[in-house]
């Protein structure tokens, strides 16, 4: 356990859904992360968070909101998906955004299928 | 701009034989280098950093890595491979943006353990 939890861990979606993705970090973190991880391509930043403050939106299609009510809590609405949506979702956090001196803790996922 | 290379997407050893995962990277500054490991069905978890001082880096599981400028290189290795050791390895780097670090990761090598 990482102390980053994430619901659900699978989700079937139509492109036609609305649905949302929660993630959750017990550490008292500040920076927050939502990566998607396709199959045979590297990990892709999508947004990061500082103190519920979104710092980075990585040219993510506007399908894809996310939302930070506080720094425990992140989520990913999505809206309209397209098939090549399907991956996993990972959240992460780390105490601030430097990173040559804190490390990021990922949750577990969510398996994203979109038909 | 950062990137990673790993080399070999699939590796299998031997129990008790070495392992070794190969991590080239390319940048324009000194960068942090990071290993993390994926096992099944969970996110990633930190393995060890390079940030400044000791080329040599030991990290969690027995495994360590060494920074090698002059072959832009972070290669992971363990002494001796274990069953446990199964899992997926991603290398990453980062370069620091004044606070907005980012990490860049490699595609991955999927680690098997013959037993």
């Known amino acids: 356990e990482t102390g980053v939890t994430q619901t659900p861990r699978h989700l079937v979606m139509g492109m036609t859904n609305k649905k949302s993705l929660k993630c959750e970090q017990h550490?008292?973190?500040?920076?927050m992360y939502w990566y998607k991880q396709s199959a045979k391509k590297p990990l892709e930043l999508m947004f990061v968070?500082?103190?519920?403050?979104?710092?980075e939106n990585n040219s993510v299609p506007s399908r894809f909101s996310p939302e930070c009510p506080n720094s425990s809590h992140l989520f990913l609405h999505l809206h309209t998906l397209q098939p090549e949506d399907s991956a996993l979702y990972l959240c992460a956090s780390s105490q601030d955004l430097g990173l040559h001196t804190d490390t990021q803790y990922f949750g577990p996922g969510t398996r994203l299928t979109v038909l | 701009a950062q990137s990673v290379t790993q080399l070999g997407s699939h590796v299998s050893v031997s129990e008790g034989a070495l392992v070794l995962l190969r991590c080239n990277y390319s940048s324009s500054v000194p960068p942090y280098l990071f290993w993390y490991v994926q096992y099944p069905n969970q996110g990633l978890q930190l393995l060890l950093k390079y940030t400044t001082g000791a080329t040599l880096v030991k990290g969690i599981n027995g495994f360590e890595a060494e920074f090698k400028k002059s072959e832009t290189s972070f290669h992971l290795t363990k002494p001796s491979a274990h069953m446990s050791d199964a899992a997926e390895y991603f290398c990453a780097v980062s370069l620091t943006n004044f606070g907005n670090e980012k990490l860049t990761f490699g595609t991955g090598t999927r680690l098997t353990i013959i037993p």
């Open positions: 968070y500082n103190f519920k403050e979104q710092t």
């Open positions: 550490l008292g973190h500040n920076a």
